[in-house]
């Protein structure tokens, strides 16, 4: 019950500093994608089923927001807590890099997959350019952000691990 309290309040902080603090600080007029942070965070942290649980939600609101449909952010940012909850086996807490390499790498396929949804069928062909000036930048800010936020989501999630075995113990 705590765990789905603080993971629903992660998503919609998480929106809310992508969709308002973070549009503030733009950087080469771009922002982080910090709802992949989190899902990717979440998938490699718990595993699938919570990633892609994280994802979907984190993808509907942005389908509810900014979508032309309902359910094309949502269900790619559940294939991507579906592809980083693999790694789960992988990963030790202590280690930054496995991480902020399935982070880099989620962005760039998700700027690639924005390209050919969004680029391509408005005719916007020079790919060198968008790859330059929009894809490049958001995978350094996004990067730069989740040395920070995927920290602190350690640390929430050492947090809910220690009340529940705390808990446990009691009983």
Same mark, same amino acid.
């Given at each position: 019950m705590k @765990?789905g309290?603080?993971t629903?309040?992660?998503?919609? $902080?998480c929106f809310l500093?992508?969709?308002?603090v973070? !549009? /503030?600080? @733009?950087l *080469?007029?771009?922002?982080?994608?910090v709802? /992949? +942070?989190?899902?990717c965070?979440? $998938?490699?942290?718990r595993?699938?089923k919570e990633?892609m649980l994280? #994802?979907?939600?984190?993808?509907? /609101?942005l =389908? +509810?927001?900014?979508? *032309?449909?309902?359910?094309?952010?949502?269900? /790619?940012?559940?294939i991507?807590? %579906?592809?980083?909850?693999w %790694?789960?086996?992988?990963y030790?807490? =202590? !280690?930054?890099?496995l991480?902020l390499?399935?982070?880099g790498v989620s =962005?760039?396929?998700? #700027?690639?997959?924005?390209?050919?949804?969004?680029g391509l069928?408005r005719?916007h062909?020079d790919?060198?350019f968008y790859m @330059?000036? &929009?894809i490049?930048?958001?995978?350094v800010?996004t &990067?730069?952000?989740?040395?920070?936020?995927?920290r602190i989501?350690?640390r929430v =999630? !050492?947090?809910?691990e220690m009340?529940?075995? #705390?808990? *446990? !113990? +009691?009983v």
């Amino acid at each position: 019950m705590k @765990r789905g309290i603080v993971t629903a309040f992660s998503i919609l $902080a998480c929106f809310l500093l992508q969709t308002s603090v973070f !549009d /503030l600080f @733009r950087l *080469a007029n771009t922002v982080p994608n910090v709802l /992949l +942070i989190l899902v990717c965070s979440v $998938a490699v942290m718990r595993g699938q089923k919570e990633g892609m649980l994280v #994802g979907f939600f984190c993808g509907l /609101l942005l =389908d +509810i927001f900014y979508g *032309a449909w309902v359910g094309g952010f949502a269900f /790619l940012y559940m294939i991507c807590g %579906f592809v980083n909850g693999w %790694f789960h086996n992988l990963y030790y807490s =202590d !280690d930054n890099f496995l991480p902020l390499v399935l982070i880099g790498v989620s =962005d760039l396929v998700y #700027g690639l997959l924005m390209y050919l949804i969004y680029g391509l069928l408005r005719n916007h062909t020079d790919f060198v350019f968008y790859m @330059r000036t &929009i894809i490049l930048p958001e995978i350094v800010y996004t &990067i730069a952000v989740a040395l920070v936020l995927h920290r602190i989501l350690l640390r929430v =999630d !050492d947090w809910l691990e220690m009340t529940k075995k #705390g808990s *446990a !113990d +009691i009983v």
